[in-house]
Antibody, heavy 122, light 113 residues
């Protein structure tokens, strides 16, 4: 079954860290660019980060640059988002999403996970 | 950054009638080397992740009903639902993938009149 399953969300204090994971199944994970997209409660969609299929390219939204790091583990079919120095405005549902095959990141997203909620609060 | 502006913010349409959602990009998302518009449309229902409907501005994703269509080029795009069904109640987003950061429109909520 082709799917993405996120985990790692929770409640965290401002300034602390959290690592999200996204396990892919049913497709050749290493052939696709992978993205993180977030959605604050009751708000619209915000793209966060991408890692290209070959890991050579990574891009970030300005709002998270220098604080978040995207990575992937091919043998584990897993995408990660390391989130440091968290702020209250990072509170959102975080989705992983599949980009295009063999892409460097300029993608639409044809497969989404169900999302994991991150709440940053003291 | 390419700003994506959707209109209207919400609309109510009778069952079986046409619904039209507009999306305007702050600069052209047409890539001249391949003549493709880097524009996608998504549908999001409450409590669910977004679902891809249209990419390259007018290519329907596999499995998407043919009542959904996308049109436009350059900076102005339209998503049309030709005959609104009850299951089409959702928020619709456009997204450009021409340049980083990838950006979404603010969303259009479609309801039944």
């Amino acid at each position: 079954q082709v799917q993405l399953v996120e985990s790692g969300g929770g409640v965290v204090q401002p300034g602390r860290s959290l690592r999200l994971s996204c396990v892919a199944s049913g497709f050749t994970f290493s052939s696709y660019a992978m993205h993180w997209v977030r959605q604050a409660p009751g708000k619209g969609l915000e793209w966060v980060a991408v890692i290209s299929f070959d890991e050579k390219n990574k891009y970030y939204a300005d709002s998270v640059k220098g604080r978040f790091t995207v990575s992937r583990d091919g043998p584990k079919n897993t995408l990660y988002l390391q989130m440091d120095s968290l702020r209250t405005e990072d509170t959102a549902v975080y989705y992983c999403a599949r980009g295009r095959r063999d892409s460097t990141g300029y993608d639409h997203f044809d497969l989404w996970g169900q999302g994991t909620l991150v709440t940053v609060s003291s | 950054d390419i700003v994506m502006t959707q209109s209207p913010d919400s609309l109510a349409v009778s069952l079986g009638e046409r619904a039209t959602v507009n999306c305007k990009s702050g600069q052209s998302v047409l890539y001249s080397s391949n003549n493709k518009n880097y524009l996608a449309w998504y549908q999001q229902k409450p409590g669910q992740p977004p679902k891809l409907l249209i990419y390259w501005a007018s290519t329907r994703e596999s499995g998407v009903p043919d009542r959904f269509s996308g049109s436009g080029s350059g900076t102005d795009f339209t998503l049309t639902i030709s005959s609104l069904q009850a299951e089409d109640v959702a928020v619709y987003y456009c997204q450009q993938y021409y340049s980083f950061p990838l950006t979404f429109g603010g969303g259009t909520k479609v309801e039944i009149k």
